[in-house]
T-cell receptor
Framework: QKEVEQNSGPLSVPEGAIASLNCTYS??????FFWYRQYSGKSPELIMS????GDKEDGRFTAQLNKASQYVSLLIRDSQPSDSATYLC????????????FGTGTKLQVIP | KAGVTQTPRYLIKTRGQQVTLSCSPI?????VSWYQQTPGQGLQFLFE???????NKGNFPGRFSGRQFSNSRSEMNVSTLELGDSALYLC????????????FGSGTRLTVV
C-alpha cells in the first residue's frame, strides 16, 4: 500500500465548475497535510496546508481533512483554465519526523 | 525576498561520474530538503537538513549524500552515477521544517548518459 495515494487522472472539468481532488494516506500518525500545484515544466508551489479535521478555505480553494477516514481533499470552485496543472497531496508525521511524503499527483484539465 | 536558488539548472553526466548540486534557501530559512522527481515515481524524499544536521533520510543508496553549511546553503552529491539517476532534483526550503510547508527551487535536471 502506498503511503499517499491519489488518482492520477486526468480529471477534466468545464470552466466554472467545482473540481474535487482526493487523497488517502496510510499512516494514522500523520499530522500535517498539504496541497501543492505543479504546472508542466515548473516546480511545485504550496497552495494549502491543513492540520485539523474539517474544512479550511482560502479564496477559491477549500481543503478538507478527515483523520478518522485518513482522507484529505481539495475543492477548487469556479475552476479556470489557469488551474490546469498537476495537484500533489503531501503528508508528514509529527514528533520530529522531518519528512514529507508526496502522492504522485492528479492532473487537472479545465476545459474552456 | 529572494526565492530558493538551485544551480546548475541542467547537467549532463556520464555513467560512473559524480555530481554535486547546490541549493541556497530563502534567507532566514534553516531547513533544506531534497527530492528526486521522476515521471514514474513522483517526488521521492532524499534527506532533510536543519542547522547543518541531517534530521531525516529517505530510502536511497549511500551514493546519495548531502550536507548543509552554516549559512544554510546545502549541497547534494551523487557518486558513481547510474542511468536511473536521471531525474529532476528539487530543493525545498522552509523555516523550521515540514510544518511550515515548502518553497521549492526550480530544480536541477540531471541526465546521465
Amino acid at each position: 500500500q502506498k503511503e499517499v495515494e491519489q488518482n492520477s487522472g486526468p480529471l477534466s472539468v468545464p470552466e466554472g465548475a467545482i473540481a474535487s481532488l482526493n487523497c488517502t494516506y496510510s499512516d494514522r500518525g500523520s499530522q500535517s497535510f498539504f496541497w501543492y500545484r505543479q504546472y508542466s515544466g515548473k516546480s511545485p508551489e504550496l497552495i494549502m496546508s491543513i492540520y485539523s479535521n474539517g474544512d479550511k478555505e482560502d479564496g477559491r480553494f477549500t481543503a478538507q481533512l478527515n483523520k478518522a477516514s485518513q482522507y484529505v481533499s481539495l475543492l477548487i470552485r469556479d475552476s479556470q483554465p489557469s488551474d490546469s496543472a498537476t495537484y500533489l497531496c503531501a503528508v508528514s508525521l509529527s514528533g520530529g519526523y522531518q519528512k514529507v511524503t508526496f502522492g504522485t499527483g492528479t492532473k487537472l484539465q479545465v476545459i474552456p | 525576498k529572494a526565492g530558493v536558488t538551485q544551480t546548475p539548472r541542467y547537467l549532463i553526466k556520464t555513467r560512473g561520474q559524480q555530481v554535486t548540486l547546490s541549493c541556497s534557501p530563502i534567507s532566514g530559512h534553516r531547513s533544506v530538503s531534497w527530492y528526486q522527481q521522476t515521471p514514474g515515481q513522483g517526488l521521492q524524499f532524499l534527506f532533510e537538513y536543519f542547522s547543518e544536521t541531517q534530521r531525516n533520510k529517505g530510502n536511497f543508496p549511500g551514493r546519495f549524500s548531502g550536507r548543509q553549511f552554516s549559512n544554510s546553503r546545502s549541497e547534494m552529491n551523487v557518486s558513481t552515477l547510474e542511468l536511473g539517476d536521471s531525474a529532476l532534483y528539487l530543493c525545498a526550503s522552509s523555516d523550521t521544517g515540514v510544518v511550515d510547508g515548502y518553497t521549492f527551487g526550480s530544480g536541477t535536471r540531471l541526465t546521465v548518459v
